[in-house]
């Protein structure tokens, strides 16, 4: 593979993103707002299988007291759980409330009015093109988490019970 296939994408990626993205997230029943950080924190974690506040904190790049603050809104709010490990009654294990769902799958990084302006500025031709090459790199990306959650999933296998 040519690096210069994977330049373009890290160039032109974040170009796409950030004409599309959207920047604060609304949950559809109360219509509270919540940041977009505080939206990545939700996408995380899970309704039954929980994680811990510093797994969390340190696959998110930031400190455990930062996180702990943010994990605290969420709570307030009724997007998150937070309880004791039986196991280790120290670590807060975090689960998504059915309300922190909620906001979950109605939120999208992306915002549709703002890919439909994307889309209009191109000719049918080019739009049928870019959506082909999405799709491609989509089914990739997939292919590749597949592989990657069968590696962590025989490499826990390994570990001491």
């Known amino acids: ?24 997230v609304r949950d ?3 219509q509270r707002l919540l940041s977009a950080h505080q939206a990545s924190i939700l ?14 904190a340190r696959h998110m790049g930031v400190t455990p007291s ?5 994990i605290e ?7 998150v759980s937070r309880e004791r490990a ?18 979950r799958e109605a939120s999208s990084v992306l915002d549709p009015a703002r890919v439909r302006g994307l889309l209009a500025r191109l000719t049918p031709a080019e739009r049928e093109a870019g959506i082909h090459g999405l799709a ?12 990657q959650s069968k590696r962590r999933k025989k490499g ?5 019970a």
Do not use: N, W
Request: glycine share 6%; hydrophobic share 35%; proline share 6%.
């Open 43 to 56: 996408d995380h974690l899970d309704e039954r299988e929980p994680l811990t506040l510093l797994d969390l």
């Open 136 to 147: 491609l790199l989509a089914r990739a990306g997939s292919e590749q988490s597949a592989e």
């Open 73 to 79: 809104q969420l709570v307030r709010r009724g997007y």
């Open 86 to 103: 039986s196991a280790d009654g120290r670590r807060l294990q975090l689960r998504l409330t059915p309300a922190g769902a909620r906001v």
């Open 66 to 70: 930062t996180m702990s603050l943010q």
């Open 28 to 30: 559809p029943k109360t």
């Open 156 to 160: 826990r296998g390994r570990l001491p």
């Open 1 to 24: 593979m040519k690096k210069d296939a994977v330049r373009q994408v890290m160039e032109l990626y974040p170009r796409i993103y950030f004409a599309c993205h959207t920047r604060h």
